[in-house]
């Protein structure tokens, strides 16, 4: 450890951000970019790697893009001497987020052509494509900006996308403010050409970088975020906001008002980091009024502020909300004064409402026509029966107005004339585009940011684990009689926020695979921020904590309540404050609030973990505490490769198949061929080596079946002996050979407990023939089995629909009629079990 | 019949085995041809004729011993067929390490050629064999040395290198040999496959040595990674300018790879290098070349 980091104050003391500190090495790298540009097009133009230059990474935000590599295939192909399979994300500035219907089309082309064939709408209101490779990236730039569409300052130590209230029904103003969403964007947008020069062959600059008036030669401290309102509809969380502005309308209201001006919104942020409770989400303060005339004036103004006064030496510590807690608001305010050569007045009153989105048709002041489509998380995808990307290039194709994206990732297919509604609404029927429209609120509601497999931040499942939770917490609200509840629920990977979950009434905060922190008791209007209820917990105890409190909501609630506000009538100053500050206290104390916060990371070899069986316990008893897929996920993460699964491809082989080939693609999958496998299973095999493109490895003893028979005749036949030795000869021996030629460090094998009485006390982790054993449903049932592959469209073996429910090798294997109990099913009832999983050394 | 005790030029084996272990059963030659135009009647009097080579040299490059068999059926006895193939031979590897940097081993480069997920081509015979063999198992390997394409005695000398594919083994194991040498002459590198992402053999490794100053230059030629092909021999060209420097100054220029299109392409390449950057007309740089040749300095490994 260098005398540097000892020497850096500790985490309390950089509050005040002495000058005196050293300048964070992004800083060095702004300061010596030239205008951004940095050595990106040498980057572009090495040949030699699918990477940018490490200095490159940070500037290449500033453009849009962030590089990012495939977390799931770092391993493998590491052993394959390649570098990590590295592509780029890129995110484009949409102030407002509306594109036209020409736009759309576009950005759903190149989706298809250069990313990952899905558009994510992000909650600012703008779009990413993820996945495009390096040779790429500039091709896909320039199919952005064909269509007038650029990316620049969408990430980075800059103004960041400017957001609008999207929904345009209520008024005129919705333009207005719109329009003033615009001008905000391009006022605050780097000056630099390097975008123009990198991206799209503009004239290369000669001499010294171009003058930033308002950004500085280093630009911003950090990323800065600024949104525009109009109430009582609060779906821009304007208090999440650096810099936001509240439209204040005469008194003649939403139908025909005039824009009178703005109150001005300060120091709103939501990142914090896990255990520095230095770190916090914050809600900005209102601080005043402006007319439309001043509205780029104080903009520039708060923006240059920041600018002089955030730290540079901490980049925890760098957003607005910090200077300002730093020095106080009235300094802030006296400072914007005095910059501004004049006092602003006091803020007006204002009302929000709501801070969802309105979903379905809905009738705009001029007559047109506005249709509000949920769109998960989202993602614009094609699946099956929801092919929602095609849906909407089809409806782009014949749509006259234009899209518009909203803040909480859904979409408005806007302007639309009342002839076009019965079009519109057909193709949104043939695409499966309406179904979300029906569900609970809850879930028409729920967001969730990227996180796994893309975002290199996140530490647990987000978007992917959506879907699974909210129907729990269905399932919670219907018990208590709650079915239609408004409820707003947010899942992150990580505390830095991406999905606003400070300011949802339920959030859920990646701490770990399958861990969270639970936050509770936020309003649904955006103003007041939930508090931390349970640290790091799995979803067991977060839905029995949901359950206790919904119980309690569902008999005490006044009417029309909303559960975050009951939690904080009832609970919030006495139980809520208490776990906050115990919390709190944990973290600060340096000591872990579980120690199942560790237990993911594993350090042993196979051998100590054999001989520490308090450790062992632990392991197992956090993997036994979380899902099947994360249990797969952590074993890739944390135990050594290479990796193996092994599958008998019986009757319900897909299941793990599924499991862990979604994980990580092209995981050999040794296959122990006896030579007495069913013809069913060969065609089983090569249906499953289609659907799931597995990587089989077949094995087999070196003994063809007529000279083994001939040598020991029918051995399966003669007793627990014969037996023995058949499965030593044709199964143990051929798999002990195909983990040892493969390297295989860590094997995957789909046994369940429920399977055979031996396997009765089977654990997730093992040690076996000095390997990791890893057993990812071990405590599954038949029934979770069943639901797991019809959930995935997987297929049973063709044999099942015969009555065989155990399915090994054609002489030892019988269907369910042709015997009197369960036990007899293989290998005439000595043994349930299929022969290698004892493998010892 | 497998088990059938088959006794061919005095050694008797099960059938099994003499196909298992002696006969050649991936590479399809003449006499089997004949005896199976023999056997099936049928008419296979383009594969076998000699003047024209085209058709057996593509039936040789798809298909196996066995799809012949399948394709012509006819009635063979044990000791005929036996008799009708080929005794099988070893293939023949480049040594991709050097024991001055990995001591008591022997790196290979190993395509494996006809995996079990992709059965377009025919199964190698030597490569599933060493994909399949258990590790730590002991296998037949005899070393036949190559006085000739080894690196320059002279440290000092520059080194040209062009691998591409598994071509590039060997040139691993130069770099490391020089590196450990401490030579001081330079090694340039030309490397080429179909796709950045997944067919940069030892990637990590060129990256590394470019840091150390092991490997000085590498030029990449990835064939599918944009519109038009490219393969190293357009490499070759772009860099000709520096290219005939290196050679005017005494470097040395190794050829590893494909024989059939590589190698006549990278030849046609550095013969127009040398004409332009030489000034030469088509004559002189053949002698240029050939002169290059007879000072030893232009080698070639090609199969």
Redesign the interface.
Known sequence: MSTEVLERPTASESVLAPKHQPESAVEKIKKASRGLRGTLVESLHDPLTGAIRESDTQLIKFHGSYMQDDRDLRAEREHQKLEPAYSFMIRTRLPGGVVTPRQWLALSGLCRTHATGTLRMTTRQAFQVHGVIKKDLKKTMQAMNAVLIDSIAACGDVNRNVMASSNPVESKLHQEVYDWSVKLSEHLKPKTRAYHEIWLDGEKLVGPAEEEPILGPVYLPRKFKTGIVVPPHNDVDVFSQDLGFIAILDEEGLEEGKLLGFNLVVGGGLGATHGEPQTYPRVGDVIGFLTPEQTLKVAETVVMIQRDFGDRTERKHARLKYTIDDRGIAWFKAELNRRLGFELPPARPYKFTTQGDRFGWLRGHDGRWHLTLRIESGRVADRPGAMHLTGLEKIAAIHQGDFRLTPNQNLIIANVPASECMKIDQLVADHGLAKSLLTSPVRRDALACVALPTCGLSMAEAERYLPSFTEKVEGVLVKHGLKNLPLTLRITGCPNGCARPYLAEIALIGRAPGRYTLRLGADAIGQRLNVIYRDNIDENAILTALDELIGRFSAERQPDERFGDFLWRAHGAHAGETRVSESVAREVNGSSPDMLADAPRLALTPAEFAADAAAAAQVNEWLASVDAETRVRWSLANLPGPFALSSSFGAQAAVSLHLVASQQARIPVVLIDTGYLFPETYQFIEQLTKKLTLNIQRFSSPQPVGEFEAQYGKLWEQGRDGLNQYLELRKVEPMRRSLKSLGIKTWFAGLRRSQAASRAALNPLEVRDGRFKVHPIFDWSDRDVYLYLKAHGLPYHPLWDKGYVSIGDWHSTKALHEVDSAEELRFSGLKRECGIHGLEG | M??ASVTHDGKTHTL?EWLRDERELTRIARPLLTQVAERSKADLSELLDTRNPAALTKLTATSQVADVLAKYPAEWTPEALVAALRPVTGRVYSIASSPAAVGDEAHLTVAVVGS??DRRLPAGAASHFVV?????SNVQVWIERNERFRVPADGARDIIMIGPGTGVAPFRGFVQEREAAGASGRNWLFFGGRS???D????????QA?KRNALHR???A?SR??DQKIYVQHRLKEAGKDLYAWLSNGAYLYVCGDATAMAPDVHAALLDVVREQGGMDADDAQAWVADLTADGRYLRDVY
């Open positions: 497998r088990q099994l079990d997920t399949n063999t258990p590790v730590d950045l992402y997944h940069f053999l030892y990637q990590l490794e060129w990256q470019l590498l030029d990449v990835f990674d944009q």
